[in-house]
């Protein structure tokens, strides 16, 4: 299904390039809208995921095995026993067109990078709204994701979900030494399982 930016995710694409609310010229949206439109020729969505059971400890979780320090993480599941863990990419096709694009052009190759990043959140947000919510429980509820970078949670903990999930043999998804993720466009996160 061909993806359609909204008014807002043009207006985040815009952000992520660092342009303020009242910068947004015609030739910037067009611009915007153009790279959304051309990313949507290369990009591979790819997601892979699994529930598993957590237990608590004063400062963070444990998840299969793994110690996750993080009392953000701890605040997030404190109402759950079980969470879902998930990495997702665009493929590293969606990585090489945007290093074409900014050896081409810098504006170009910003904007696509922008629109890459607002992809691959709603593409993780819709991922968990249809196919992730199909599986839960009569009753249960997903907190929203949260992900390493974020607040206290260590960027090492993508090690961690990528081998939980084993995301580097299911989406090609890995670490690089300096924890940046290859594809660079890709994410993976923690949602804490809830009863409403």
């Given at each position: 299904?061909?993806?359609?930016?909204?008014?807002?995710q043009i207006a985040d694409a815009?952000?992520?390039?660092?342009?303020?609310?009242?910068?947004?010229?015609?030739?910037?949206?067009?611009?915007?809208?153009?790279?959304?439109?051309?990313?949507?020729?290369?990009?591979?969505?790819?997601?892979?995921?699994?529930?598993?059971?957590?237990?608590?400890?004063?400062?963070?979780?444990?998840?299969?095995?793994?110690?996750?320090?993080?009392?953000?993480?701890?605040?997030?599941?404190?109402?759950?026993?079980?969470?879902?863990?998930?990495?997702?990419?665009?493929?590293?096709?969606?990585?090489?067109?945007?290093?074409?694009?900014?050896?081409?052009?810098?504006?170009?190759?910003?904007?696509?990078?922008?629109?890459?990043?607002?992809?691959?959140?709603?593409?993780?947000?819709?991922?968990?709204?249809?196919?992730?919510?199909?599986?839960?429980?009569?009753?249960?509820?997903?907190?929203?994701?949260?992900?390493?970078?974020?607040?206290?949670?260590?960027?090492?903990?993508t090690e961690d979900i990528i081998?939980?999930?084993?995301?580097?043999?299911?989406?090609?998804?890995?670490?690089?030494?300096?924890?940046?993720?290859?594809?660079?466009?890709?994410?993976?996160?923690?949602?804490?399982?809830?009863?409403?």
């Amino acid at each position: 299904m061909q993806f359609i930016p909204t008014d807002k995710q043009i207006a985040d694409a815009l952000r992520y390039m660092g342009v303020p609310p009242g910068g947004h010229t015609p030739e910037l949206v067009r611009t915007v809208s153009e790279a959304f439109g051309r990313l949507e020729g290369y990009v591979e969505p790819r997601c892979v995921w699994g529930r598993f059971h957590i237990i608590h400890f004063d400062g963070g979780i444990e998840l299969e095995g793994a110690y996750i320090y993080s009392d953000d993480i701890a605040r997030l599941t404190s109402r759950s026993d079980d969470c879902i863990v998930l990495a997702a990419t665009l493929g590293h096709e969606t990585d090489r067109q945007i290093t074409l694009a900014q050896n081409r052009n810098m504006l170009d190759g910003l904007a696509l990078d922008a629109c890459a990043s607002v992809r691959i959140d709603s593409y993780i947000d819709q991922y968990m709204r249809s196919d992730i919510a199909g599986w839960l429980h009569e009753g249960e509820r997903l907190t929203s994701r949260f992900s390493p970078g974020y607040g206290d949670l260590s960027m090492n903990v993508t090690e961690d979900i990528i081998a939980i999930l084993n995301a580097t043999k299911r989406i090609g998804l890995s670490v690089t030494r300096s924890m940046m993720m290859s594809p660079v466009k890709s994410v993976t996160a923690i949602a804490g399982l809830f009863v409403k």
